[in-house]
């Protein structure tokens, strides 16, 4: 469905890019709110791509619901790559306070999770470590779950260890390893 929207989105912008009214209009038709922030981030991808970053900012701040900080993510990094560092940084921030929409401790450490990978990758490294040291604290004590969740929160502080060991924080991603409880991966995460 999401590679749908995205062709959708292409094609509308392709004839109808200047048609603001249209494009939000056709948002508004979209009634799941995962689907629309998803068509509204490829609208404001676009624009980032362009240049435009005011006409793109009109669309991402029509992002919400449970992906709202995954999309900003996502169109942070766009804007980081298509030399606007500062509005990238601006929607790293967004994208970290939309995270607080997340009702369960593990989706909000997911989401966080995946701010500070976009952080590192966008090469704001006192902020990825913040952000996934945050991630870390936050999953942390969902490891005791029973279900299942367990596991996926020890990945979430694995992988947040990992972000810490390629910044070269590696005294921290040791002490922070020792927090991983599934066997496999803890061994995996004192080995980094």
């Known amino acids: 469905m999401y ?11 392709k004839n109808h890019s200047g048609d603001h009214e249209l494009l939000s209009g056709i948002a508004q038709l979209i009634s799941d709110a995962d689907y629309q922030a998803y ?17 793109a900012s009109q669309y991402a701040a029509g992002v919400r619901g449970l ?9 942070a990094a766009s804007a980081v ?20 929409v997340n009702r369960f401790p593990l989706e909000k450490a997911t989401a966080i999770l995946e701010v500070a990978k976009v952080l590192q990758r966008c090469d704001f490294k006192d902020e990825a470590v ?5 991630a870390i604290d936050i999953a942390a ?9 367990g596991r996926e929160a020890s990945g979430v502080i694995y992988y947040a260890i ?21 066997p496999g991966l803890r061994k995996d995460a004192l080995k980094l």
């Open 3 to 13: 590679e749908m929207i995205a062709q959708v989105a292409q094609k509308l912008l």
């Open 39 to 55: 068509f509204l981030g490829e609208i404001a991808q676009h624009f980032i791509k362009r240049g435009n970053i005011n006409e």
């Open 67 to 75: 992906e709202r900080s995954r999309v900003l993510s996502m169109l």
């Open 81 to 100: 790559e298509a030399g606007h560092k500062e509005y990238g940084r601006i929607l790293l921030d967004e994208a970290m306070q939309a995270t607080d």
């Open 130 to 134: 913040r952000t996934f040291m945050t």
């Open 141 to 149: 004590p969902s490891q005791s779950e029973l279900d299942g969740t």
């Open 162 to 182: 990992q972000g810490l060991h390629q910044l070269g924080c590696n005294d921290m991603a040791r002490q922070k390893a020792q927090l991983v409880l599934d």
